[in-house]
């Protein structure tokens, strides 16, 4: 590195460290949240994740999957193993 590069992020790691300290220097007040914030967060949150999980299976009125496993073969019809297959 240059010495204007080390010179410039010197200058800007100070003024980073002097606007850290300006802004702690305030008094600080304490009040509680509440449980609005707290219960919102959560019924959004369970919202998104049961949208997502509804969404990404199928409908009940297609049926159960019956899954199990079935033989596989490569083209020269060699048996290669089993393969776990669901219809």
Do not use: D
Request: hydrophobic share 45%; charged share 10%.
């Amino acid at each position: 590195m240059s010495i204007k590069t080390k010179l410039a992020a010197l200058a800007l790691a100070t003024l980073a460290v002097a606007g850290s300290i300006a802004t702690t220097t305030s008094q600080a007040e304490a009040k509680p949240l509440g449980w609005g914030w707290g219960v919102g967060a959560g019924i959004a949150t369970a919202a998104i994740v049961g949208t997502a999980i509804a969404a990404s299976n199928e409908p009940y009125y297609y049926g159960y999957h019956r899954c199990g496993w079935v033989a596989q073969y490569n083209a020269f019809g060699q048996y290669v193993g089993r393969v776990r297959t669901c219809y």
